[in-house]
């Protein structure tokens, strides 16, 4: 049959699938955040305010955190069915046998780290030496640079306010790159200073979870669904983000057009999302390196929080989803 002859059924077939497509109903996603709503979500509330989502065939719904969002309780119960988190508290609670999987990254590098005042003389990581610093006990981060750095300091738990730090000169703390420094300065702070937790040599990401199970019964969904993410981030990055910045003030009516700039600038200054190594660009967006999981599991080991041979890299993470 000639290629005439045959164009028009091919037409009517691609029409009908169209159709069909659009006749379908969209498939449910929720995704639990970690924190409050901000832009350290901004590729997706911009993949969902493009309608990214919608156009992958999904209904995303997204729930904001905060310090009690109980992100891996809820991924792994099938509460949520995909979630923000960092890879170490992943790894560990995976080590625990928690039944999720990571899929992709949010951030190439986690970014947490530790604020110092601008006039500290507190300048390298040897210079914390017998400091005191504020900051979550638990955080696998300062055991990291105590056993690196041979470092004695005293930790004051946080309560997640800048406010100690402010008032206190000699205040060293944990904070988020890309968050706290505003309110330090708004507060009428100068800029503080940043040591990340990148240049200390430990890479962790910030990263998408799922349930083992969901992963299994929804592929297809979670391809659609990093496919329209990965986009979103890069448009976030490298577009307009005036569509994720409206969403954002829904979400979290804290959230002003000042706040929301200067983060979002902190993330590109940073190339947080797109990687910081040689081969950062547009297309590392969601990627993760095994190598750097087989990395991050043996320090984790290394430094006796996680029990050797209770997580490798094919149990931690797939790539299989990604676009």
């Known amino acids: ?149 041979g470092l004695t300091v005293s930790i004051v738990p946080q309560n997640f306010s800048v406010a100690a730090f402010i008032g206190n000169n000699e205040a060293i703390q944990q904070g988020y790159y890309i968050a706290e420094p505003y309110h330090i300065v708004k507060a009428g702070g100068k800029m503080p200073r940043f040591l990340s937790t990148w240049d200390a040599g430990f890479r962790s990401y910030a990263v998408l979870v799922t349930n083992r199970r969901f992963a299994r019964e929804h592929p297809a969904e979670l391809r659609a669904f990093l496919r329209a993410y990965v986009r979103g981030w890069q448009d976030y990055v490298a577009g307009d983000p005036a569509p994720a910045h409206a969403a954002l003030k829904v979400a979290n009516p804290n959230n002003t057009d000042d706040f929301m700039n200067f983060s979002r600038k902190m993330i590109i200054d940073e190339r947080l999302v797109t990687g910081r190594d040689a081969d950062g660009g547009p297309a590392k967006v969601g990627r993760l390196d095994p190598a750097r999981y087989a990395t991050q599991i043996q320090q984790l080991e290394d430094l006796g929080i996680l029990a050797k041979g209770k997580i490798t890299v094919e149990k931690a993470m797939t790539t299989e989803f990604l676009p």
């Open 1 to 149: 049959m000639s290629l005439r002859r045959l164009l028009p059924a091919i037409l009517g077939l691609c029409a009908a699938t169209a159709l069909a497509a659009a006749d379908r109903p969209l498939a449910k996603i929720t995704v639990q955040l970690d924190w409050i709503a901000e832009p350290e979500h901004g590729g997706l509330y911009q993949a969902l305010a493009r309608g990214f989502f919608r156009e992958e065939g999904l209904d995303v719904t997204l729930i904001p955190g905060g310090p009690n969002a109980f992100v891996m309780p809820k991924v792994a119960t099938g509460q949520a069915d995909i979630g923000q988190a960092d890879s170490t508290n992943t790894l560990l609670q995976q080590a625990e046998g928690l039944p999720v999987i990571q899929i992709a990254a949010v951030f190439q590098d986690d970014p947490s780290g530790l604020l110092i005042h601008a006039d500290s003389p507190v300048h390298k990581f040897e210079d914390l030496q017998g400091r005191t610093i504020i900051a979550r006990p638990e955080w696998a981060f300062l055991k990291f640079l105590q056993k690196k750095y």
